[in-house]
């Protein structure tokens, strides 16, 4: 499994159908999380992604040095906010030829429960979590903090 974790100002996600674009999710300052699921993913993979953004210390301390994550932030009381979106092409395999291979992403029966597993786990340890929609043709509008941007594997 494989996040794709981006530190933000803001962030949100619409959902585009017939030319129309519509807010499904948005969130203020915080992480913004592209999900790819690969076959060998289970729920313990999810998991572990989940906690791993979760203690993933990208956040600004006082100081304005990358050492806090979401869970402290959360244990001083403050709001940490994630908008996770499925994002199958992190598995595209460009080593051959111009046009990507998406043989290494995992079919979207099997990837929604895994990607709402870690939308579920976030939730759990107490983010306010937004999400896009799964299948649907998105818009991600983020303004990314730093830059900071990160690609976390299980």
Request: hydrophobic letters at 45%.
């Amino acid at each position: 499994m494989r996040g794709l974790v981006q530190r933000v100002e803001r962030a949100s996600v619409d959902v585009v159908d017939g030319g129309v674009a519509t807010t499904v999710g948005e969130i203020g300052a915080g992480l913004c999380v592209l999900v790819g699921v690969t076959h060998r993913d289970d729920e313990a993979a999810a998991d572990r992604l989940a906690d791993k953004v979760w203690h993933l210390r990208v956040l600004d301390d006082a100081a304005g040095v990358m050492n806090e994550s979401l869970a402290q932030r959360h244990e001083a009381g403050m709001l940490g906010e994630v908008l996770v979106v499925s994002q199958f092409t992190l598995y595209g395999d460009t080593g051959t030829g111009r046009r990507p291979s998406w043989v290494d992403a995992a079919r979207p029966a099997d990837a929604e429960p895994l990607v709402e597993r870690v939308v579920a786990r976030l939730a759990g340890h107490g983010a306010r979590v937004a999400t896009g929609r799964f299948r649907a043709q998105m818009r991600v509008e983020i303004v990314n903090d730093g830059p900071v941007t990160l690609l976390v594997e299980t």
